[in-house]
C-alpha cells in the first residue's frame, strides 16, 4: 500500500473529484448528442441551445481521446512524483467544468421554453446535471475556502462541520443543500463567502424548481 504525504494525498483526492467530474460531463453530452438527431425541437432551436451543441459536439470530439492517456499520466504523477504537481494543472481542469457548470445552467432553463418533444432529453439533462452541480459546486467552495488559507472556514464555513475539516466536507454538504430541498450548510464568513454561498443557493433553487416542474410535466403526460 501507498502511503503519500499529506499534500500529495489531497492532489490525488482531488483528481478523484476532477474525473468524476468529467465523467459526468461526458454523461451529459452523450445523453444530448443522442437524442440531437430525434429531436424537432431540438433541431429548430434558438441560438442558445444550438451553442450549446456546439459546445458538446467540440468537447466530445474524437480528437479528446487524448484525454483517454492525459487522466491516467496525471494519476501516476500525482502518485510516484517527488514533488506534488503544479497547482496550475487542477485549475485549468476546474475552470473548465466552472465554464460546463454556468453554460449548463442556462441550457436547462432554456429547455423550459421548449416544446416537450423528448422527454428522456429533458429528464436526462436533468438528472445528469444534479449529480454535475453537487460535484462542481463541493470543488468551488473548498477550493476557495482552502486557497492560501492557513485553515478552512475563514471565507465559507460548514455549518455542523467538526475538526478537522476536509475536502470530502464540503461536497458531502453540497449535497446535503441538494437532498434538503435548498436548505444550505454552508455560510458566507466574508463578503466573498457571502457571494458564493448566495449564487449557489440561488442557482440550487433554481435546478430544483426546474426538476419539480419537468416531473409534474412528465406525470401529466403518462397520465
Not at 459546445?55 to 484525454?67: I, R, V
Not at 472556514?153 to 435548498?182: K, M, R, T, V, W
Amino acid at each position: 500500500m501507498i502511503n503519500l504525504p499529506p499534500n500529495k494525498l489531497a492532489q490525488v483526492k482531488e483528481l478523484l473529484a476532477l474525473t468524476l467530474l468529467g465523467l459526468l460531463s461526458a454523461f451529459s453530452a452523450y445523453l444530448l448528442l443522442k437524442e440531437e438527431a430525434k429531436s424537432l425541437a431540438i433541431q429548430n432551436a434558438n441560438p442558445i441551445i444550438r451553442a450549446y451543441f456546439s459546445f458538446s459536439h467540440a468537447t466530445h470530439h474524437p480528437l479528446n481521446a487524448l484525454f483517454v492517456f492525459l487522466v491516467p499520466s496525471l494519476w501516476l504523477m500525482a502518485l510516484f512524483a517527488k514533488r506534488p504537481l503544479p497547482r496550475i494543472i487542477f485549475d485549468v481542469v476546474g475552470a473548465h467544468f466552472v465554464f460546463r457548470l454556468l453554460f449548463g445552467f442556462v441550457f436547462v432553463n432554456v429547455l423550459i421554453f421548449l416544446p416537450a418533444a423528448s422527454p428522456p432529453l429533458l429528464l436526462g439533462q436533468i438528472v445528469a446535471y444534479l449529480p454535475f452541480f453537487v460535484m462542481m459546486w463541493g470543488w468551488l467552495m473548498w477550493r476557495f475556502d482552502c486557497s492560501g488559507q492557513e485553515s478552512p472556514q475563514q471565507i465559507i464555513a460548514i455549518s455542523g462541520a467538526q475538526e478537522p475539516i476536509h475536502s470530502f466536507d464540503y461536497y458531502h454538504a453540497s449535497a446535503s443543500c441538494l437532498i434538503n430541498q435548498g436548505k444550505s450548510e454552508f455560510q458566507g464568513v466574508t463578503k466573498l463567502g457571502r457571494f458564493l454561498v448566495l449564487i449557489h443557493n440561488l442557482m440550487l433553487l433554481d435546478v430544483l424548481g426546474i426538476a419539480l416542474v419537468r416531473a409534474y410535466g412528465l406525470l401529466q403526460k403518462m397520465l
